[in-house]
């Protein structure tokens, strides 16, 4: 590592190697998960249980034998999960910017508060914000990492 870069900045370091669940632990999800959605179905007198079962068998059956085998599966999986991270969170974060804290601020300017006191005040000596109680000495800030 080279020094003074922090090792997320580094070439090659990021989001392009994403680790995922292992193999059989995928295996055994998607067995579980076929094997509810056919007992929903059987108990709604629907007529694709015994496929379903049929599924979650097969991927239950691979998962405890043969994991490996649904390696290509699992890394599909994981592409798609990506995808929608990056479709969602973008939209997710707007709805809550501008749901949440763009009303709370202007509220918060109807009645004039300051959180950060970006106010500017000339009679002021300085804009020092003096603690009470002083926080913690300075000599136990010297070895923070």
Known sequence: MSKGVH????????HDEHEGSSD????LVFAAVFALI????AWHAG???PWLG?????FLALALVRPAVLAPLNKL???VGLLLAAIVNPIMLGILFFLV??????????????????????????YWIV???PGPEPVSMKDQF
């Open 24 to 27: 059989r632990s995928f295996g």
């Open 131 to 133: 603690r009470d109680p």
């Open 77 to 79: 999986w994981m592409k």
């Open 7 to 14: 090792h997320e900045f580094q070439a090659g370091a990021g």
């Open 38 to 41: 056919g007992l929903y179905n």
């Open 47 to 49: 007529r694709a249980w």
């Open 101 to 126: 804290f763009t009303p709370m601020a202007f509220v918060a300017r109807l009645v004039g508060k300051d959180f950060l006191r970006l106010k500017r005040q000339p009679e002021a000596k300085s």
């Open 54 to 58: 049929l599924i979650s068998a097969g």
